[in-house]
């Protein structure tokens, strides 16, 4: 394993980055649900799938229910963007780093 980390989700009660604010909030954090991002070595970049990423069903019935419970996304989409910020802040900022990748579950 390279790395682990956990994040809890805000809720913002008033205010946020981009509503004519300038930044200040009042939020507070859920301590009781956590987001958890696992990267691991790979000889490349791979997004490894979760649960709520599947597209195979037992039924249709556990797929409507899953859609039901999930929506229709995944975490995929969220972690390709997360990757991609992170690139483009590192090209903008001048940090360089080696060409090591990994698995992000």
């Known amino acids: 394993m390279l790395l ?8 913002a009660l008033i205010g ?13 954090t859920f301590s009781n649900f956590e987001s958890e991002v696992v990267l ?13 990423d599947r ?4 039924s249709l ?11 229709y996304y995944g975490g995929i989409r969220l972690l390709k ?4 910020k992170f690139y483009e802040y590192r090209v903008q900022s001048g ?4 060409d090591r990748y990994f698995y992000i579950r």
């Open 40 to 52: 691991y070595h790979s000889p490349e970049l791979e997004i490894l799938s979760n649960t709520r």
């Open 4 to 11: 682990r980390s956990v994040s809890y989700p805000r809720a």
């Open 55 to 58: 597209s195979r069903f037992r």
């Open 16 to 28: 946020n980055p981009s509503d004519g604010y300038n930044g200040k909030t009042i939020a507070f």
């Open 95 to 98: 940090i360089e780093l080696d």
């Open 81 to 84: 963007a997360t990757v991609k």
């Open 61 to 71: 019935r556990h797929l409507v229910d899953d859609v039901n419970s999930h929506g």
